[in-house]
């Protein structure tokens, strides 16, 4: 298959996302995943506006908010989309995109609301899984996890129900 939209291979992609992986095991001896990272910098905020009580919670007293590897690892991911995006010329100004707006019409309030609420509800289901897609879909399958591998497939079905009953895919 060939990419002439100037789209990154996902080929390429994957072999570099492994290689990643990798390098973070042998350089770190730790995982990728974001998940906690997240966590750390709402942490973080918390601290800023309620010092007292964001100490006081037990999560942040065993995790303890701060700037870490895996938050630049998150900040990387941010910036490693956007030059992807820039360089595949896949920036677009389009708050729409047409599959959406064919299905659910052109109002940007409801395409961000339906956003953020999967975020929510993503975010809720990495922390009860103990960790994101790129957690157990990376790390922890590479590490053979049993339980990576039952997230893994989780991932693919939620991920499935979610397109047919949204898009009829």
Not at 41 to 48: E, F, T, V
Not at 72 to 83: E, N, R, S
Not at 145 to 151: E, H, K, M, N, Q
Request: charge should be neutral; hydrophobic fraction near 50%.
């Amino acid at each position: 298959m060939e990419y002439d939209s100037g789209a990154w291979s996902p080929y390429l992609v994957g072999a570099l996302i492994g290689m990643l992986s990798m390098a973070t095991f042998y350089f770190s001896n730790q995982p990728l995943g974001v998940s906690t990272s997240y966590a750390r910098i709402a942490g973080l905020i918390g601290k800023l506006v309620s010092k007292g009580h964001t100490e006081s919670l037990k999560f942040f007293q065993e995790t303890k908010p701060q700037i870490d590897w895996g938050v630049m690892l998150m900040m990387g991911i941010f910036l490693g989309a956007f030059l992807a995006a820039y360089t595949g010329h896949e920036i677009t100004a389009q708050w729409i995109p047409p599959l959406w707006e064919e299905r659910f019409g052109p109002n940007p309030a409801l395409r961000l609301g339906v956003a953020f609420i999967g975020g929510m509800v993503m975010a809720f289901g990495a922390r009860l899984a103990g960790g994101c897609t790129s957690g157990h879909g990376i790390s922890g399958a590479l590490q053979l996890s049993v339980g990576s591998w039952i997230a893994l497939m989780c991932f693919f079905a939620g991920g499935a129900v979610t397109a047919n009953l949204m898009f009829g895919i």
